[in-house]
């Protein structure tokens, strides 16, 4: 991926900015990034993953980003670094151009009286703001947005486009929020009477901290009382469904199709991978990984990586698994029975 604009750094000067060392030609010039396999002699491209390192004798790549102990084995220009990950997600940053959106409110947008809109935050077209909602310095609310009544937004946020803002939602500074997103929505509070369902009234609102980044069509509910709540650092995926009161601990990371249901607490530090279920009313610690498709049903309580779900094989063998998992309980008491006789 060149940059629109061409702007070119030297190995050198990438090194000195980001505290890397430098192996090879420091006046190597580049002015974007790409894959080991697809890049140019005008690209950077990075190798973290060993399973890619057959592609490193192969790459036209003008500077590559990776370990001490891959550099030996490198003719070329070579950024040394303790993560190349890392450090290339710090390089791409560079290139990464996004046109600055205009100060101001477009003719299109409706915006209640009651509302405050800094001067300096660009409102998109066909853009709704609800009344007592206060919209920060240097905030952009893209193309559709809807923001109900008393919401917050903070200082540096972005709203892409069609994100939607229910009501009592108050977002600390650098939230980016992607297309779709639905925040401060009804929670599922239900309640059965005479044979029918009733609504529980959702009073409380969602509270999401600095720096957090929630993805394409993710929805978080706002609380039955108290606030959901979102910690600062926190990284959600697409499509996740976050229930009301939840609350997610500082720089937790969640991949797309996670449903976590309603009063439970994530802690500090976790990955959740895709497509995990978390019951509601738990509790998960600090610094817990959950592996993909995985169902959580009763609290965590030690740190360490979890895991439930059962990887593809042929249908066939599931099949033969499948007969015999059903008859594990049968197989279980006559084992059972069997050790009682020999006593």
């Given amino acids: 991926m060149a940059a629109p604009s061409q702007t070119c750094f030297t190995a050198s000067a990438l090194a000195e900015r980001f505290g890397l060392s430098v192996h090879g030609a420091g006046e190597t010039e580049v002015a974007g990034v790409a894959t080991l396999a697809g890049a ?39 950024l040394v670094a303790r993560d190349p990950y890392v450090a290339y997600a710090r390089i791409a940053a560079l290139f990464e151009v996004r046109a600055a959106a205009p100060a101001g409110i477009h003719p299109s947008a409706v ?19 609800g009344a007592r909602s206060r919209i920060g310095a240097g905030v952009t609310v893209g193309p559709g947005c ?48 005479d044979g029918h369902w009733i609504n529980v009234p959702q009073l409380g609102g969602v509270v999401i901290g600095d720096d957090c980044d929630i993805g394409a069509n993710t929805t978080i509910d706002r609380g039955a009382l108290d606030d959901t709540v979102i910690e600062e650092d926190v990284r959600l995926d697409n499509l996740i469904q976050v229930g009301h009161n939840v609350r997610i601990g500082a720089h937790t990371a969640v991949a797309g199709c996670v449903g976590i249901a309603g009063s439970t607490r994530i802690g500090r530090y976790c990955l959740l991978a895709g497509k995990v279920g ?11 990984v959950v592996h993909a498709m995985t169902m ?48």
């Fill in 40 to 78: 140019g002699p005008d690209q950077l491209a990075f190798l973290s993953n060993p399973r890619y390192r057959p592609q490193l004798a192969q790459t036209r790549a003008g500077i590559v980003v990776l370990r001490e102990a891959d550099a030996a084995a490198y003719g070329g220009t070579a």
């Fill in 111 to 129: 915006v209640d009286a009651s509302a405050e809109v800094d001067p300096t935050a660009s409102i998109g077209p066909h853009v709704s703001i």
């Fill in 296 to 343: 959580v049903s009763a609290s965590i309580t030690e740190p360490g990586e979890y895991s439930a779900g059962i990887p593809a094989q042929p249908t066939r063998e599931w099949r033969k698994n499948a007969v015999r998992i059903r008859q594990l309980d049968s197989l279980a008491r006559r084992i059972g029975a069997r050790a009682k006789g020999e006593e």
């Fill in 278 to 288: 978390v019951a509601g009313h738990l509790e998960i610690c600090d610094r817990v």
């Fill in 146 to 193: 809807v923001v109900g009544e008393d919401c917050v937004i903070g200082a540096g946020c972005r709203l892409v486009a069609r994100v939607t803002l229910v009501t009592r939602v108050r977002l600390g500074q650098r939230v980016t929020l992607h297309p779709g997103a639905v925040l401060g929505a009804d929670g599922f509070g239900l309640a059965m009477v």
